[in-house]
């Protein structure tokens, strides 16, 4: 699978209790899908904010801190910088 556009790591835990680093915007949006619920506001707002990152560049941060605060809305342990 190709990599998305690249972003300041981000540290989660994964449902299995291990670390994973995420990276690029194809990773985090396999993370989002694979550990919040899609109903949910902040997985919403991360997801548009990767595609416009991804379609358009914009502000790479924004895009981070829209990533960690869905996994921290579904209860996912987060280490980041």
């Known amino acids: 699978m190709p990599q998305g556009r690249p972003i300041r790591s981000v540290n989660y ?3 299995s209790g291990h ?3 995420v990276a690029d915007t194809n990773s985090m949006g396999r993370a989002l ?3 919040c619920n899609v109903e949910n506001p902040a997985f919403r707002a991360a997801v548009r904010a990767i ?3 991804e379609q358009d560049g914009g502000d790479a941060e924004d895009v981070r801190n ?3 605060d869905a996994l921290i809305e579904a209860g ?3 280490r980041a910088e």
């Open 13 to 15: 835990e994964d449902a």
């Open 19 to 21: 670390f994973r680093i």
């Open 33 to 35: 899908l694979s550990r």
């Open 51 to 53: 595609v416009e990152f």
């Open 66 to 68: 829209k990533f960690i």
């Open 76 to 78: 996912v342990y987060v």
